[in-house]
């Protein structure tokens, strides 16, 4: 699986642009605004959009979910379910960050622990990982050994958990039964941020010691 990842809006939120080689489908993982700079890195990249995948409801990861689904006439596809009320609360979050209005919104699909989603000849797994949002979903592609973490794992730190229904405890119990046992070599792409490894992570990440 290749990727490129697009940071966009005021949160620096790192959009990920993913695609199978052989056939150059795409998806776009949260793609949080900045729709016109995701349609150009898209047209760069010659690749096809053929669906728009979500980590989880927060505004910074779907704010552009929509116009970029109308445009290319794609599904939205996760987080699971239990996000619709932030998805729904999509006004509101817009609001309380001072930004244009986001519409409410419904994917085409929701998504469960050990659902799939094939973006060409690539099969993605899916893992849920509540605690920073009780829907929160990553997609891990075992080919390629690499995982996109939404807002669980950042190098260096974890997911918020002050937010309505976050849960520090349940975050480091997601981190430590579903996505450290991945492996060390595992690389991953976190919602802000740079990359780094699960290893990395497990051995320095403050948040994890005596986690594992």
Request: aromatic share 8%; hydrophobic share 40%; with cysteine.
């Amino acid at each position: 699986m290749n990727y490129h990842i697009i940071p966009v809006t005021a949160f620096s939120q790192n959009c990920s642009l993913i695609w199978c080689p052989e056939t150059r489908l795409a998806a776009l993982v949260d793609p949080g605004g900045d729709a016109e700079l995701i349609r150009e890195e898209v047209s760069a990249q010659a690749v096809t959009v053929t669906q728009i995948l979500l980590t989880h409801g927060h505004l910074d990861h779907v704010g552009a979910a929509a116009e970029l689904a109308a445009h290319y006439g794609v599904p939205i596809i996760g987080p699971q379910k239990e996000d619709e009320f932030w998805l729904q609360g999509l006004p509101q979050q817009s609001r309380m960050f001072g930004l244009e209005e986001c519409q409410p919104l419904t994917p085409d699909r929701w998504l469960e622990e050990g659902d799939t989603v094939t973006v060409g000849k690539v099969t993605l797994q899916i893992l849920h990982c509540p605690g920073h949002t009780p829907g929160h979903i990553v997609f891990f592609d075992a080919v390629s050994r690499l995982l996109i973490s939404g807002d669980v794992i950042f190098k260096g730190g974890v997911g918020r958990s002050d937010f309505p229904r976050g849960d520090h405890n349940q975050l480091i119990a997601s981190i430590q039964n579903k996505l450290l046992p991945l492996g060390d070599e595992i690389t991953f792409i976190p919602g802000h941020g740079p990359l780094s490894t699960l290893g990395e992570e497990r051995l320095h990440n403050p948040f994890l010691q005596g986690a594992w």
